[in-house]
């Protein structure tokens, strides 16, 4: 599966479970740490935790390999690693502290 078809269904899977303002920056040209970030938000901490673990369910199923095991704990900022993509799930006080969309403002945006 290529990187823009996993993003797009990585998407699609984030969207099924309602996320928020759901971004995906295309960061081929600009970075060498992923292919694509998905930049989501998460109403609750339950919310982004069923997120989180729709998409590690989903992917797994296709077999695509995450990265960084981790600890659903965090009430602000779930970051899932799957190498050519990284997934952003935020609270929305996470989000607005972090802001990861103005940090990578070169990146293409190809949803907003």
């Not at 290529?2 to 990585?10: P, V």
């Not at 609750?44 to 199923?61: D, N, T, V």
């Not at 077999?63 to 990284?86: A, E, Y």
């Not at 799930?89 to 070169?106: C, P, T, V």
Request: hydrophobic share 40%.
């Amino acid at each position: 599966m290529t990187s823009q078809k996993l993003a797009r269904a990585t998407v699609k899977i984030v969207e099924s479970k309602k996320a928020k303002d759901i971004l995906l920056l295309n960061l081929k040209e600009i970075s060498t740490i992923a292919d694509y970030f998905i930049i989501c938000s998460g109403e609750s901490s339950p919310h982004m935790r069923s997120i989180a673990q729709a998409i590690e369910r989903e992917l797994k199923k296709k077999g695509i390999k995450q990265f960084n095991p981790r600890n659903l704990t965090n009430d602000c900022w779930v970051l899932l690693d799957f190498g050519s993509i990284i997934v952003h799930i935020f609270s929305k006080r996470g989000r607005n502290f972090y802001q990861l969309e103005r940090l990578w403002a070169d990146a293409k945006k190809i949803i907003k």
